[in-house]
Protein backbone atom coordinates (compact mmCIF):
# COMPACT_ATOMS: atom_id res chain seq x y z
CA UNK A 1 0.00 0.00 0.00
CA UNK A 2 1.64 3.27 -0.56
CA UNK A 3 1.41 6.01 1.74
CA UNK A 4 -0.67 8.11 0.39
CA UNK A 5 -3.37 5.16 0.19
CA UNK A 6 -2.13 4.48 4.25
CA UNK A 7 -2.38 8.62 5.15
CA UNK A 8 -6.18 8.13 3.26
CA UNK A 9 -6.63 5.01 5.59
CA UNK A 10 -5.86 6.91 8.44
CA UNK A 11 -8.09 9.53 7.85
CA UNK A 12 -10.99 7.73 7.29
CA UNK A 13 -11.07 5.57 10.35
CA UNK A 14 -10.42 8.66 12.44
CA UNK A 15 -13.29 9.98 11.07
CA UNK A 16 -15.53 7.04 11.63
CA UNK A 17 -14.32 5.80 15.41
CA UNK A 18 -15.25 9.89 15.43
CA UNK A 19 -18.89 9.42 14.45
CA UNK A 20 -18.83 6.50 15.69
CA UNK A 21 -18.76 7.97 19.15
CA UNK A 22 -20.74 10.64 18.85
CA UNK A 23 -23.47 8.34 17.91
CA UNK A 24 -22.50 6.10 21.58
CA UNK A 25 -21.42 3.36 19.85
CA UNK A 26 -17.66 2.42 21.23
CA UNK A 27 -17.92 -1.09 19.97
CA UNK A 28 -17.77 0.55 16.57
CA UNK A 29 -15.30 3.15 17.68
CA UNK A 30 -12.75 1.00 18.96
CA UNK A 31 -12.85 -1.04 15.57
CA UNK A 32 -11.63 1.95 13.80
CA UNK A 33 -9.10 3.26 16.27
CA UNK A 34 -7.56 0.03 15.72
CA UNK A 35 -7.54 0.03 11.71
CA UNK A 36 -5.98 3.88 11.95
CA UNK A 37 -3.55 2.61 14.45
CA UNK A 38 -2.58 -0.08 12.15
CA UNK A 39 -2.27 2.44 9.23
CA UNK A 40 0.27 4.25 11.42
CA UNK A 41 2.26 1.46 12.36
CA UNK A 42 2.47 1.21 8.56
CA UNK A 43 3.22 4.32 8.15
CA UNK A 44 6.37 4.32 10.88
CA UNK A 45 7.61 1.62 9.04
CA UNK A 46 8.76 3.63 5.83
CA UNK A 47 10.46 5.74 8.48
CA UNK A 48 10.64 9.58 7.71
CA UNK A 49 8.73 8.65 4.25
CA UNK A 50 5.91 7.70 5.90
CA UNK A 51 5.67 10.41 8.80
CA UNK A 52 6.04 13.37 5.55
CA UNK A 53 3.02 11.86 3.93
CA UNK A 54 1.20 12.18 7.39
CA UNK A 55 1.70 15.54 7.71
CA UNK A 56 -0.97 16.61 5.09
CA UNK A 57 -3.69 15.72 7.67
CA UNK A 58 -2.64 18.84 9.88
CA UNK A 59 -4.66 20.79 7.06
CA UNK A 60 -7.67 17.95 6.35
CA UNK A 61 -11.14 19.79 6.93
CA UNK A 62 -11.83 17.87 9.98
CA UNK A 63 -10.29 19.04 13.64
CA UNK A 64 -10.38 15.28 14.68
CA UNK A 65 -8.29 13.99 11.75
CA UNK A 66 -5.68 16.88 12.24
CA UNK A 67 -5.41 16.77 15.91
CA UNK A 68 -5.05 12.39 14.97
CA UNK A 69 -2.22 13.00 12.82
CA UNK A 70 -0.78 15.89 15.35
CA UNK A 71 -0.56 13.66 17.95
CA UNK A 72 1.51 10.87 16.42
CA UNK A 73 3.39 13.85 14.36
CA UNK A 74 4.74 15.58 17.42
CA UNK A 75 8.42 14.23 17.56
CA UNK A 76 8.67 14.88 13.44
CA UNK A 77 7.09 17.63 13.23
CA UNK A 78 7.06 19.63 17.16
CA UNK A 79 5.76 23.07 16.00
CA UNK A 80 3.33 22.87 13.76
CA UNK A 81 1.94 19.50 15.66
CA UNK A 82 2.06 21.64 18.54
CA UNK A 83 0.19 24.13 16.96
CA UNK A 84 -2.45 22.19 16.06
CA UNK A 85 -2.79 20.48 19.14
CA UNK A 86 -2.95 24.43 20.90
CA UNK A 87 -5.80 25.92 18.23
CA UNK A 88 -7.86 22.25 18.88
CA UNK A 89 -7.36 22.75 22.65
CA UNK A 90 -8.93 26.39 22.62
CA UNK A 91 -12.29 24.72 20.45
CA UNK A 92 -15.35 22.66 21.54
CA UNK A 93 -15.87 19.09 21.21
CA UNK A 94 -13.92 15.79 21.51
CA UNK A 95 -11.17 16.89 19.66
CA UNK A 96 -10.55 19.34 22.46
CA UNK A 97 -10.28 16.64 25.23
CA UNK A 98 -7.86 14.49 22.55
CA UNK A 99 -5.46 17.73 22.21
CA UNK A 100 -5.16 18.78 25.68
CA UNK A 101 -4.50 15.60 27.00
CA UNK A 102 -1.59 15.01 23.92
CA UNK A 103 -0.29 18.46 24.94
CA UNK A 104 -0.43 17.43 28.59
CA UNK A 105 1.19 13.98 28.31
CA UNK A 106 4.23 15.94 25.85
CA UNK A 107 4.80 18.63 28.42
CA UNK A 108 5.57 15.86 31.23
CA UNK A 109 8.03 13.86 28.50
CA UNK A 110 5.11 11.22 28.65
CA UNK A 111 4.70 11.22 25.30
CA UNK A 112 5.47 8.14 23.34
CA UNK A 113 3.21 7.52 19.63
CA UNK A 114 6.62 7.68 17.88
CA UNK A 115 9.32 7.41 19.31
CA UNK A 116 12.69 7.92 17.28
Given at each position: MTPAALVDEFASHVEAQTDAIFRGDSKT?????KKYQAAMRKLRELGDEGREALTVLLKHSRMDVRVAAAAYLLRYRTHEAKAVLEHAAGGEGLAVFE??????????????????
Open positions: GNKHAASEVLTRWEEGAWNLDPA
